[in-house]
């Protein structure tokens, strides 16, 4: 006898009833307002950033800064480390030999290259974006280059047999093997992207959503650092959904061995 299966229960409404019952709470509730400020305290000051408050860049643009070096950082490293991937897979050689500076690199804490990159580049959106690419570079690269490597050695040798040389191994198979892998990684990669470039607003820039968190944290101001957050959690939330809509778009057009490999 078949089972029923139980009704599911509407998402959206029970995310909406959170969202309102922790507003309602903030609020009205017992919080302390020097950390935390109120939703009728912040909205005329969203206002007056999102304007242009005295000193500061308009919010808008602030958030325009922010999601424009999010997008640019990601792509890059989602193109660079998905077809470096692809090639050190191919090539053991050149994989052997930058095995040790790429695993130097991949250790040192991300946040201590912004110092560097600022020295090199300045202060401004290019090292926002580098600093956005480099710790998405090496999400995708280490990801791509495993599945790469381990690509199943009977389609190679096919490859081999068929006359074919290293470009067809790697158009034809590695590329096809460190897809499902790119796929994976995709929602990891957009948080880190975010986060670099928070980073890098954070120590070296003088507008942008990171930024207006760091002087708000140093000014004491509730009200900033409860804005600049909750933008920063409304794109997060956006582009992770995107990114999701996404995979699923190309799973499903994807051949069932690789999209298999997408961890959802």
């Given at each position: ?20 019952l ?11 307002t ?14 007056e ?6 000193g ?5 643009r ?47 804490p ?5 110092p560097?990159?600022?020295m ?37 040798r096919?490859?081999?047999v ?87 778009l ?15």
């Open positions: 006898m078949k089972k029923t299966p139980s009704p599911k229960l509407p998402v959206l409404p029970l995310q909406l009833l959170i969202i309102l922790v507003g309602l709470y903030w609020q009205y509730g017992l919080v302390d020097h950390l935390f400020s109120r939703p009728s305290l912040i909205e005329p000051r969203l206002v950033l999102w304007n242009g408050a005295v500061l860049p308009p919010l808008w602030q958030v325009a800064e922010t999601l424009g070096a999010t997008i640019a950082g990601l792509a890059a490293g989602i193109l660079l480390g998905f077809l470096l991937g692809v090639v050190f897979a191919e090539f053991p050689l050149l994989r052997d030999a930058s095995a040790p500076y790429l695993n130097a690199i991949n250790a040192v991300r946040v201590a290259w912004v560097v990159l600022t090199v580049f300045g202060f401004g959106l290019l090292t926002k974006v580098i600093m956005s690419g480099l710790i998405v570079f090496l999400v995708v690269f280490f990801n791509v280059l495993d599945a790469a490597t381990h690509a199943p050695p009977l389609l190679l096919n490859v081999v068929l006359g074919g040389g290293r470009w067809a191994s790697m158009r034809d198979v590695r590329m096809w093997a460190g897809l499902g892998a790119l796929l994976a990684s995709l929602p990891s990669a957009v948080a880190l992207a975010l986060v670099g470039v928070v980073f890098a607003e954070s120590l070296a820039a003088e507008s942008g959503l990171g930024a207006l968190m760091f002087n708000a944290m140093h000014t004491g101001d509730a009200r900033d650092l409860m804005i600049s957050a909750t933008l920063l959690a409304l794109i997060g939330v956006v582009m992770t959904g995107s990114v999701q809509f996404l995979q699923r190309l799973a499903a057009r994807l051949p069932p061995d690789i999209a298999g490999d997408r961890h959802d």
